[in-house]
């Protein structure tokens, strides 16, 4: 157990739709990733958020969006969603936003678009 | 621009061998952090060793070590005494520090074997 937890664990929906992931980083974790890893694009670095301020920006596609909040948990928003948006969400999270901090993962939120 | 390539789609070892998964990148950058992730079939990410650029000696965390080559640019994940639940893909990962993201080979699909 990396101590990253993202809800919910799985989600279904329809195109069209919009959808809100969750992530909780680890105790004293101020950085918060978001990865999208898909059998075509593999592993992709979306956003991070550090001490809730944007802090780098990856391949998100402006259909997503992402916040983090005071008590520093973070959700990404899509909405309009395509079938090509079906993936795997990761949420990582590390002390700080040095390139030596070990990014912790969490068990990933599977998203099915029908 | 920053890139890792995982070469060996899939590799097969017997338990109690050891198994070396290869690694390479790609920096103009001297400071970087280089990272191996284990996603077995359940699909979390869980992280395994972490090599710093500037680190004199190999990492080492128990059964798994890092043979880094800076001259070659290679990273290479060796796996002592191979168990059943080594069975996973493994994904080398590198962070520049002029940059905020990990960065993925396609990873390795490593099979324990009785």
């Known amino acids: 157990d990396s101590g990253v937890t993202q809800t919910p664990k799985h989600l279904i929906t329809a195109t069209g739709q919009r959808v809100t992931l969750r992530c909780s980083p680890r105790?004293?974790?101020?950085?918060v990733y978001w990865y999208q890893q898909s059998l075509d694009q593999g592993l992709q670095f979306l956003i991070q958020?550090?001490?809730?301020?944007?802090?780098a920006k990856g391949n998100i596609l402006e259909r997503f969006s992402a916040q983090q909040f005071p008590d520093l948990h973070s959700e990404l928003n899509l909405s309009s969603l395509e079938l090509g948006d079906s993936a795997l969400y990761f949420c990582?999270?590390?002390?700080?936003?040095?390139?030596?901090?070990?990014?912790?993962f969490g068990p990933g939120t599977r998203l099915t678009v029908l | 621009a920053q890139k890792i390539t995982q070469t060996q789609p899939g590799m097969f070892v017997q338990e109690k061998e050891a198994v070396t998964l290869d690694c390479t990148y790609d920096?103009?950058?001297?400071?970087?952090?280089l990272f191996w992730y284990k996603q077995p079939s359940s699909g979390e990410m869980i992280f395994l060793i972490y090599?710093?650029?500037?680190?004199?000696q190999n990492a080492t965390e128990g059964r798994y070590s890092l043979n880094f080559q800076k001259a070659r640019k290679s990273a290479n994940l060796v796996i002592s005494a191979s168990q059943l639940g080594d069975s996973a893909m493994y994904f080398c990962?590198?962070?520049?520090?002029?940059?905020?993201?990990?960065?993925f080979g396609t990873g390795t699909r490593l099979q324990v074997f009785p």
């Open positions: 990582a999270s590390s002390v700080e936003s040095r390139f030596t901090d070990t990014q912790y």
């Open positions: 105790s004293g974790d101020l950085s």
């Open positions: 958020y550090y001490n809730g301020e944007e802090r």
């Open positions: 920096t103009s950058d001297p400071s970087y952090g």
């Open positions: 090599q710093g650029s500037y680190d004199q």
């Open positions: 990962a590198m962070r520049e520090r002029n940059t905020d993201k990990l960065i």
